[in-house]
């Protein structure tokens, strides 16, 4: 039976499920799409970096939410929000009433990419904060996979097929929702708010050996909950989270989830094939993810990233180069994006979420979580927004999408050998301490 924290956490995780899966899903429904409405590549890069603008909407503003009312009432709301999207997007026929539904379900993608993983941080025990603070990016990939599956298994279910792709998404939120109600709210946020007699059988319950210590290193931790978070003392985690934040979309990532199907038919599969490519390369995302979660408190952050980033480099050049000759590329694309994805997944994809909710401290960690959020989809949208047309505008665009990618991957390299600290194995407060944050 899994322990309390262990359970808490992987329900709490599960809007990193609706994320992964709002993320993937409209691969399947975006050619289709560009022809409902007759969009150029400049109003289909927006009409799918719409999501994307939401995401950084809610990762701006969910901090001060959270802060006041708490983790789990925000998740609540996250909820009902990946509800209501997931409907809406199915149903409707007018463009831009379905642009406004995939911005509000980039809302919630923005909103509980912050909240999920403070939470996650906030009720694990230090030595199992690394796997269940990487159980979001878990649920993230596992959502990438459904909506690769589900994309392939509903193409052929005729001209309706996106509104399945899209509205499927209704059953696991209305599950999110249901379960959220059965977790605590975060014990540090109530002794944060004054409510210490709410939060001490709850840390009991958290396995906490000694609660009136961690009472009251968490009380030490922060002279005032509602600190500025843009201040010199916070420069390093400010300066560590955009930059990691940053990096992990310059890497393409999101081009790649967000245009899977298109790459491939670029790389002259057929449509079946094109949506059959990618279940493949959310299975390599998932099982890869799984092997960083297994070793990620033991290897540590760090070396995960170091031994990602030359991976990464090696398979962006090597897909650059197959499409500098469209005549050879075919299968060597899949092998290559596989590559890929397996090195993104067992190093960026498992440390990004882990790292950023770890290095802030108390005072400011809703802060800094919402603007590594915000940083990483900001980076999202102008990639998403961009690769259809540069793609189209010329018959050499995969082959420099790809170089600059690998590029930014060597200049990630560079950045996390040389700037990144370690974090593994240390309390929330032993690391505020190390980063001369006092």
Sequence with gaps: MLSYPVRIALIAALGGFLFGFETAVISGAEKTIME?????????????????????????????PARIHGRKKVLLVIAALYIVSAIGCASISA????????????????????????????????????????????????????????NFLFVDMGDDAWRWMLGIMVIPAALFGILL????????????????????????????KNVTGAI??????????????FQKRYAKPIIYAVLLAMFNQLSGINAILYYAPRIFELAGFDKAQAYLQPVYIGAANLL??????????KFG??????????????????????FRDPESLGGNVLIYLIGYIAFFAFSQGAVIWVFISEIFPNSVRSQGGALGSFTHWIMAAIISWTFPIIVSG???????????????????LLFVWKMMPETKGRSLEEIQKELGIE
Excluded at 39 to 44: C, G, R
Excluded at 131 to 142: C, D, E, M, T, Y
């Design 36 to 64: 409902l409405w007759s969009l150029s590549p400049f109003w289909l890069g927006f009409t799918v970096a719409s999501s994307l603008i939401g995401t950084v909407l809610g990762s701006l503003i969910v901090g001060v």
């Design 216 to 229: 009251q290193s968490i009380k030490e931790s922060v002279k005032t909950h509602q600190e500025n978070l």
């Design 181 to 208: 109600r059965t977790i605590p709210e975060s014990p540090r946020w109530l002794i944060l708010n004054n409510r210490e007699e709410e939060a001490i059988p709850i840390l009991h319950r958290l396995q906490e």
């Design 95 to 150: 463009w831009l009433l379905f642009v406004l539904f995939r911005f509000s379900a980039g809302v919630a993608v923005g909103a509980s990419s912050v909240v999920g993983p403070m939470y996650i941080s906030e009720i694990s025990p230090a030595h199992l904060r690394g796997r269940l603070a990487g159980s979001f990016q878990l649920n993230i990939v596992g959502g990438i996979f459904i909506a690769y599956l589900t």
């Design 288 to 297: 890869f993810t799984l092997l960083a979660m297994t070793v990620i408190d």
């Design 301 to 322: 952050r760090k070396r995960l990233l170091i031994i990602g980033s030359v991976g990464m480099i090696v398979f962006l050049a090597l897909t650059a180069y197959a």
């Design 394 to 412: 010329s018959k050499m665009g995969g082959f420099y999408s790809f170089v600059f990618y690998s590029v930014m991957m060597l200049l990630h």
